[in-house]
């Protein structure tokens, strides 16, 4: 019995770290994806030189960005400036071990409440990072985290709220068995694209990346990173693109059950909709973006979390 929980151990341990390989190879060519989208979208060629088709630019890039020079950044708080980018690609990885394995060794009762405790403690480390770099443009990104990051979890987490009434659990295994016969995004579509609009806040993709506003702020509170750090604070944004992408398609759809062939074409689907909304629309004016998330999405979800609890009730009294 030992010898087989030992084994199972072991295995459990090596799948996470080959995820976790995977993972940090799929940012890679997301970036990649990314330029070549992007240029396709105004009509230019991208990245085409390094290796076939440009398809060694990443690796080319990470080596770049590794080897430039590591300075003292000056009256930053030196040890937590350094410090935040390490922890935002920690988030990144631990958000990634809420992976729901079929067959596990541990099982994860409430990932859903794990993810929202990861995302909120994340939009802290985006603050820490602008002010610790004691730089003026740095601290205004840092400020606009605060209002859009916190405005966006709360339409977030309402919308979560309303999968787990639905399914009645905490866990997204259990999000994919209820899905066997309709999926959330045919019943609740129109919360798929609130969910989606959420997302792009969240992760402060265009056209709401105000946090790195480049025309204004010069890209904002990671402006003082540099080398290794901002290496760190690349991996960890793209690393959260697919995970939400890969969190919709779990919340959504029950593809991961069904098929993993089309599940792998929904979540590319999900991440090439991500960067084409950067090709395609402009930047949202600030006072815009708030008045979608307080005005326009948040009565919507509310409106569906009275509906969905006073449906349930209806089938508890049927019952």
């Known amino acids: 019995m030992i010898y087989n929980f030992n084994f199972y151990l072991m295995l459990n341990i090596l799948s996470l770290i080959i995820l976790l390989l995977v993972l940090l190879m799929s940012v890679a060519f997301l970036t990649l994806l990314e330029r070549k989208i992007l240029s396709y979208v105004q009509m230019r060629k991208g990245p085409n030189k390094v290796g076939i088709i440009g398809v060694f630019q990443p690796f080319s890039d990470a080596l770049k960005l590794i080897n430039k020079e590591l300075f003292y950044v000056y009256k930053s708080n030196y040890n937590l400036f350094y410090m ?3 922890m935002s690609f920690v988030f990144m990885l631990m958000m990634w071990m809420l992976y729901p394995y079929i067959t596990n060794i541990y099982f994860l009762n409430y990932s859903v409440l794990i993810m929202i405790i990861l995302m909120t403690i994340s939009s802290y480390v985006i603050i820490f990072m602008g002010w610790s770099a004691s730089s003026v443009y740095s601290m205004i990104g840092s400020m606009r985290s605060v209002s859009q990051m916190l405005s966006y979890e709360v339409s977030f987490i309402f919308i979560i709220l309303i999968l787990m009434i639905m399914s009645e659990s905490y866990s997204f295994l259990d999000f ?3 899905q066997k ?4 995004m045919i019943i609740l579509y129109p919360l798929f694209f609130m969910f989606f609009i959420s997302i792009l806040a969240e992760l402060n993709r265009s056209p709401m990346d105000f946090i790195e506003g480049e025309s204004e702020l010069v ?6 990173y540099f080398s ?3 290496t760190l604070i690349f991996l960890s944004e793209y690393g959260m693109i697919i995970f939400f992408s890969y969190i919709s398609i ?5 593809l991961l059950e069904l098929s993993m062939f089309f599940m792998f074409i929904f979540l590319n689907l999900i991440c090439s909709m991500i960067i084409f ?5 402009p930047r949202m004016r600030y006072d815009e973006l708030m008045y979608l998330c307080w005005k326009i999405i948040l009565p919507m979800i509310l409106f569906y979390v009275m509906f969905i609890i006073g449906f349930k009730f209806i089938l ?4």
């Open 219 to 224: 890209s904002g509170f990671n402006i003082e």
């Open 277 to 281: 909304m950067r090709g395609m629309l």
């Open 228 to 230: 290794g750090g901002f």
């Open 84 to 86: 935040c980018p390490l």
């Open 316 to 319: 508890v009294l049927i019952n």
């Open 181 to 184: 016969y309709i999926w959330y």
């Open 250 to 254: 779990l919340m959504f759809t029950n």
């Open 176 to 178: 994919l068995k209820y």
